[in-house]
């Protein structure tokens, strides 16, 4: 998967986060969208979608960390404890659970 890379101690994840918009997590070619009823302000969406990345993934929001694009729509996650494959295995089973 694209939006996923190991590194020392956890993956990077690339996700779209659409605010205002109805919560779901999606995967589809090769990228990750968060949808978040959240506006964008005063971080609020980039909050909410870390929380949402976070129990998708069945893990605690405080192992899922901002490392890029705060004020930008696509937004880079670090989640500490999984690796690469442990991660694109866990959004795989969201995206096939949520059909």
Not at 54 to 68: E, F, I, N, T
Not at 72 to 86: I, N, Y
């Amino acid at each position: 998967m694209r939006a996923v890379r190991d590194v020392p101690g956890g993956a990077v994840i690339e996700v779209r986060v659409r605010p205002r918009s109805r919560p779901a997590l999606e995967v589809a070619g090769g990228h990750v969208v968060v949808r978040v009823a959240a506006p964008p302000v005063q971080g609020r969406a980039t909050d909410e979608a870390r929380r949402t990345l976070a129990a998708a993934l069945g893990v605690s929001s405080c192992d899922v960390r901002l490392v890029s694009g705060a004020r930008a729509r696509t937004k880079k996650f670090l989640v500490s404890g999984l690796d690469g494959p442990q991660l694109e295995a866990r959004l795989h089973g969201v995206s096939s659970g949520a059909g």
